[in-house]
């Protein structure tokens, strides 16, 4: 009798700690209906863009789609969406086109002019490599990651993001942005042994930590180091509204890139930097209740002023999978307001018709308020995270 309550207490155990990691959820995110749209719209993108060295980044006022070259920080968001699609469809005629377009970049696998290699090389070849195992991708992965590190000074420990052409006197730019980039280091680290990639990211996300946050963990959007002592002469922002402001999207990139950080790591402190970041954003009494973020929290006509989709998108995927390191009671409300974000992403205020849109996805994005760059335009970058959100969330 008293092996029998054991066993029963056990069964109890496991299947209340069971209930309460899963999200409670109806699965409200109308996935197959967007991929549909998702679907249309792409095909009709590369059948008019054929020009595998014009990469699709937005649209012009008459909605026409504006093309880059491949040296553009935003070159390999299209590849790797269509990657997606593929991961989505395991379609043959998505992984064609996601590989026709992934090889156009390969020139980039020596490309050491800004940090962005990160973006341009991991979205496309790193989601190739993991859908395909082409080894030929594993070795541009490992060449772009090696060109990335030249960008590292030991005597600063961090990767440097721009060139000093970028801001008057500056010695040593770096942005929050640059989390983002470490991905790309931590897979060449684990694909080539190359143990110097791991540690140059590691470096790089410690003096992130210490030096890019407030207290209240928002971040700086760009840091000036002094290129001798590695220490900050000063902290501003560039795309956002004001030194002092949150600039949405570079709370994104540091939620994202510290969960990066942990899955790769299991340092605690990451995590913990992710989940403050993330408490940030969603305790924030300028996030609006559909979740849909303005382009800075501290824009001052709110609540009259653009939504950056694109700073919605990396937040929703980056919570996905901060949603899986953390306590149950955290897992279902980073789960649920990622649920809440690509509901309302999903809807028609910001999911684009059929045809429209110059064929991106998805509407209102903004590059950068600031400078009235990409202001209530789509972005290839902003679909590229949305559909990483959904698959995130279709297979959660």
């Given at each position: 009798?008293?092996?029998?309550?054991?066993?029963?207490?056990?069964?109890?155990?496991?299947?209340?700690?069971?209930?309460?990691?899963?999200?409670?959820?109806?699965?409200?995110?109308?996935?197959?209906?967007?991929?549909?749209?998702?679907?249309?719209?792409?095909?009709?993108?590369a059948?008019?863009?054929?020009?595998?060295?014009?990469?699709?980044?937005?649209i012009?006022?008459?909605?026409?789609?504006?093309?880059?070259?491949?040296?553009?920080?935003?070159?390999?968001?299209?590849?790797?969406?269509?990657?997606?699609?593929?991961?989505?469809?395991?379609?043959?005629?998505?992984?064609?086109e996601?590989?026709?377009?992934t090889?156009?970049?390969?020139?980039?696998?020596?490309?050491?002019?800004?940090?962005?290699?990160?973006?341009?090389?991991?979205?496309?070849f790193?989601?190739?490599?993991?859908?395909?195992?082409?080894?030929?991708?594993?070795?541009?992965?490992?060449?772009?990651?090696?060109?990335?590190?030249?960008?590292?000074?030991?005597?600063?420990?961090?990767?440097?993001s721009?060139?000093?052409?970028?801001l008057?006197?500056?010695?040593?730019?770096?942005?929050?942005?640059?989390?983002?980039?470490?991905?790309?280091?931590?897979?060449?680290?684990k694909?080539?042994?190359?143990?110097?990639?791991?540690?140059?990211?590691?470096?790089?996300?410690?003096?992130?930590?210490?030096?890019?946050?407030r207290?209240?963990?928002s971040?700086?959007?760009?840091?000036d180091?002094?290129?001798?002592?590695?220490?900050?002469?000063r902290?501003?922002?560039?795309?956002?509204?004001?030194?002092?402001?949150?600039?949405?999207?570079?709370?994104?990139?540091?939620?994202?890139?510290?969960?990066?950080?942990?899955?790769?790591?299991?340092?605690?402190?990451?995590?913990?930097?992710?989940?403050?970041?993330?408490?940030?954003?969603?305790?924030?009494?300028?996030?609006?209740?559909?979740?849909?973020?303005?382009?800075?929290?501290?824009?001052?006509?709110?609540?009259?002023?653009?939504?950056?989709?694109?700073?919605?998108?990396?937040?929703?995927?980056?919570?996905?999978?901060?949603?899986?390191?953390?306590?149950?009671?955290?897992?279902?409300?980073?789960?649920?307001?990622?649920?809440?974000?690509?509901?309302?992403?999903s809807?028609?205020?910001?999911?684009?018709?059929?045809?429209?849109?110059?064929?991106?996805?998805?509407?209102?994005s903004?590059?950068?308020?600031?400078?009235?760059?990409?202001?209530g335009?789509?972005?290839?970058?902003?679909?590229?995270?949305?559909l990483?959100?959904?698959?995130r969330?279709?297979?959660?």
């Amino acid at each position: 009798m008293k092996s029998c309550n054991i066993i029963k207490g056990l069964i109890l155990f496991v299947f209340a700690n069971v209930f309460t990691i899963v999200p409670c959820s109806s699965r409200n995110v109308p996935v197959k209906k967007d991929f549909k749209i998702i679907k249309a719209q792409y095909q009709q993108m590369a059948e008019k863009n054929t020009d595998v060295n014009c990469v699709p980044r937005t649209i012009n006022k008459e909605g026409k789609p504006i093309c880059t070259d491949i040296e553009d920080w935003t070159s390999g968001f299209f590849a790797g969406s269509l990657w997606y699609i593929y991961d989505y469809t395991k379609s043959g005629k998505w992984r064609a086109e996601a590989e026709k377009r992934t090889v156009a970049l390969e020139p980039l696998r020596n490309f050491t002019g800004h940090h962005d290699i990160g973006f341009m090389v991991y979205c496309s070849f790193g989601n190739g490599y993991r859908l395909t195992g082409n080894p030929q991708y594993k070795e541009i992965i490992a060449d772009a990651a090696n060109s990335l590190a030249t960008r590292f000074d030991p005597r600063v420990g961090l990767i440097r993001s721009w060139d000093n052409i970028h801001l008057r006197d500056s010695e040593y730019l770096v942005i929050i942005d640059n989390m983002m980039n470490l991905e790309l280091l931590f897979e060449a680290a684990k694909i080539t042994g190359n143990n110097h990639l791991y540690d140059i990211a590691v470096s790089h996300a410690d003096k992130t930590l210490k030096h890019h946050y407030r207290p209240d963990f928002s971040s700086y959007h760009l840091v000036d180091y002094d290129s001798i002592t590695g220490e900050p002469r000063r902290k501003m922002t560039v795309q956002g509204l004001a030194d002092s402001s949150a600039w949405s999207r570079g709370q994104a990139w540091g939620l994202y890139g510290f969960t990066i950080c942990y899955r790769e790591t299991k340092d605690k402190r990451y995590l913990d930097q992710a989940v403050n970041i993330a408490d940030f954003i969603l305790n924030h009494p300028n996030l609006p209740e559909d979740k849909v973020m303005y382009w800075d929290f501290d824009a001052p006509g709110i609540p009259n002023e653009e939504r950056d989709v694109s700073a919605t998108t990396i937040a929703a995927s980056g919570l996905l999978e901060l949603s899986k390191y953390v306590s149950p009671d955290d897992r279902k409300r980073f789960f649920s307001a990622a649920e809440e974000m690509l509901v309302s992403l999903s809807g028609p205020d910001y999911l684009a018709k059929k045809g429209e849109n110059g064929n991106f996805i998805l509407k209102k994005s903004v590059g950068s308020r600031r400078h009235n760059s990409e202001v209530g335009v789509p972005l290839n970058y902003a679909d590229y995270y949305f559909l990483e959100a959904l698959i995130r969330y279709d297979r959660y």
